[in-house]
T-cell receptor
Framework: AQKITQTQPGMFVQEKEAVTLDCTYD???????LFWYKQPSSGEMIFLIY??????QNATEGRYSLNFQKARKSANLVISASQLGDSAMYFC?????????????FGQGTELSVKP | NAGVTQTPKFRILKIGQSMTLQCAQD?????MYWYRQDPGMGLKLIYY???????DKGEVPNGYNVSRSTTEDFPLRLELAAPSQTSVYFC??????????????FGQGTRLTVV
């Protein structure tokens, strides 16, 4: 079975500061991928960053980095130097790559508000 | 490059009516997914497919059916619409596990209201 949990329904951050969005997961699959997506108020789903379970280094994409702690089963998203345009819903997702047949599931989401 | 195309964008159904939400992708992706998103909530997986002719249930399959006769198309069928099916529906596709770049690409969504 797979499960993704995001425990922060809403977060506030001051513009130009860094913010961490939490994500924990559970899976029996020995190989899996972890993703973060952004959903602005317009509704589209925007891919941000990917981490494979066997990747040795934490993934980074511009201002986004993924703090991957495999033993703790956590995959937190760090956004550095927040911008007003970062205000959106953020979803953590997991895809089982071995036993789960590619099934992709999402967490409940965190609504991030960036204050000027 | 169209990516993932969903039709229609909006639809109002009466209770008990049926409809098919269309989804097509032009990226030759093996994996396709259907999700529903209720207001302020996350995406719940309805059905997914790992290739033409193969489909499997997700987290919330009741009240829905799918088929995958081609790589490109993955329609979602609602047989007897109920108010509980009022939601935004997203279709997505992704590459095979051995193909790298595993992120899913999403359509723009279909906003369905059942009255």
């Amino acid at each position: 079975a797979q499960k993704i949990t995001q425990t922060q329904p809403g977060m506030f951050v001051q513009e130009k500061e860094a913010v961490t969005l939490d994500c924990t997961y559970d899976t029996s699959d020995p190989s899996y991928g972890l993703f973060w997506y952004k959903q602005p108020s317009s509704g589209e789903m925007i891919f941000l960053i990917y981490q494979g379970s066997y990747d040795q280094q934490n993934a980074t994409e511009g201002r986004y980095s993924l703090n991957f702690q495999k033993a703790r089963k956590s995959a937190n998203l760090v956004i550095s130097a927040s911008q007003l345009g970062d205000s959106a819903m953020y979803f953590c997702a997991m895809r089982g790559l071995y036993n789960q047949g590619g099934k992709l599931i999402f967490g409940q989401g965190t609504e991030l508000s960036v204050k000027p | 490059n169209a990516g993932v195309t969903q039709t229609p964008k909006f639809r109002i159904l009466k209770i008990g009516q049926s409809m098919t939400l269309q989804c097509a992708q032009d990226m030759n992706h093996n994996y396709m997914y259907w999700y529903r998103q209720d207001p302020g909530m996350g995406l719940k997986l309805i059905y997914y497919s790992v290739g033409a002719g193969i489909t499997d249930k997700g987290e919330v399959p009741n009240g829905y059916n799918v088929s995958r006769s081609t790589t490109e198309d993955f329609p979602l069928r609602l047989e007897l619409a109920a108010p509980s099916q009022t939601s935004v529906y997203f279709c997505a596709s992704s590459r095979g596990i051995r193909d790298g770049n595993l992120e899913a690409f999403f359509g723009q969504g279909t906003r369905l209201t059942v009255v």
